[in-house]
């Protein structure tokens, strides 16, 4: 996801394509919200593992498939390419979270997913970021033909991993289950409270890269400073955030991280509005944004993993990260026609308030735990 999230934007904006195709392209994000439609294979067919290579495979074909397209207009074959790449991705996903919570326990969840996003932003922002170094050496296409290489080899590596077994009676009653697991009370406010939470964060994301190059940094400062310094605060933010779930339990601590998250948003608002601030309020901006993305990310899964059941975890998992990405999905389409119209400053002030209407679905949340 790396690749889709801060290569690609950049290097279609270079290439001269508009913010307003920009926020049609993140909209592509609907595959993690429909993925919950092809999760039930992954608990009834085949191993976690399996599916985590297979995915990484298909990444990599797509990768080469962009590489070998004019990056300059969004053509019908390019937009399939990057659809296929983001199904993959999506159906990874779903095979990660389900083999992580087969090996978590419960009350383990914090430290695991601190891990899991550590682990996650060395990929995404370490790997995927120093990417940006190579176009000026080697061009876009040989750049993403060395993405699609890694891709191959972590499909060959992951199958070393150890296996994670899900019980025969387990595959046979997905459906059931997941009808119990509904049926439960109060699952309409705790999926309006998944949906919401950190719906600020997603309908940011497309325009923060955009607006680092047209704020004149180069692909290279982009990777450095808000690929790299901000990955290492997230990194920072997720522990802490592991820390806080300890000590306040999962419930508390989403409420007064959710408020620090929302707050965060502001930030890249006032460095957008204050140009004069110049490449150090936009730095700011950025670490500020990635600590509180971390904490408020861990507070969150650590949610999601506690409501699931291990035996159907690849259904459940899937639905509530489906319902998360909705909205978020829905909401980054327009971001580019919006940041046109308002500026960066005025849309970046605007997520701020996309998800304060979580916070009136939290108690509910809570006594799902």
């Not at 270079?14 to 993925?35: D, P, R």
């Not at 994301?205 to 982009?222: C, T």
């Amino acid at each position: 996801m790396g690749v889709y999230v801060d290569v690609w934007p950049v290097l279609f904006r270079s290439q001269g394509v508009s913010l307003t195709e920009l926020g049609l392209y993140s909209g592509l994000t609907l595959a993690w919200s429909l993925k919950v439609l092809w999760s039930p294979l992954l608990d009834r067919f085949g191993e976690r593992r399996h599916w985590i290579g297979g995915s990484l495979a298909a990444m990599a074909a797509s990768l080469l498939l962009v590489g070998a397209s004019d990056m300059a207009s969004l053509t019908a074959n390019l937009w399939l390419a990057l659809a296929l790449f983001c199904a993959a991705s999506a159906t990874q996903d779903i095979a990660i979270d389900a083999y992580t919570i087969g090996l978590v326990d419960a009350g383990e969840e914090g430290p695991a997913n601190a891990m899991r996003n550590t682990a996650y932003r060395i990929g995404m922002v370490g790997l995927a970021n120093a990417l940006l170094f190579l176009p000026r050496w080697i061009g876009a296409d040989q750049t993403l033909a060395a993405a699609a290489g890694l891709s191959a080899l972590m499909a060959l590596a992951v199958q070393a991993i150890p296996r994670v077994e899900v019980p025969l009676e387990g595959r046979r009653d997905t459906w059931g289950s997941l009808r119990r697991w509904l049926s439960r009370r109060g699952a309409l406010p705790v999926f309006a409270f998944v949906l919401l939470y950190r719906v600020g964060d997603s309908a940011m994301a497309p325009m923060v890269k955009p607006f680092w190059y047209d704020r004149g940094f180069s692909f290279e400062e982009i990777a450095a400073i808000s690929g790299w310094i901000g990955g290492l605060a997230t990194i920072a933010g997720a522990w802490l955030g592991a820390g806080a779930v300890a000590r306040m339990g999962i419930g508390r601590s989403l409420l007064w991280i959710g408020i620090l998250a929302l707050a965060s948003n502001l930030g890249y608002a006032a460095a957008a509005a204050l140009p004069e601030w110049g490449a150090v309020g936009v730095t700011a901006a950025s670490v500020v944004e990635s600590f509180c993305a971390g904490m408020a990310g861990v507070a969150f899964m650590s949610f999601l993993m506690r409501i699931c059941q291990k035996q159907h975890a690849a259904v459940q998992y899937a639905l509530l990260t489906a319902t998360y990405n909705l909205a978020g999905a829905l909401l980054r389409v327009p971001s580019g026609a919006l940041t046109e119209t308002l500026g960066y400053a005025g849309y970046f002030g605007l997520t701020a308030l996309f998800a304060l209407p979580a916070f009136a679905f939290l108690p509910a949340a809570r006594r799902w735990l």
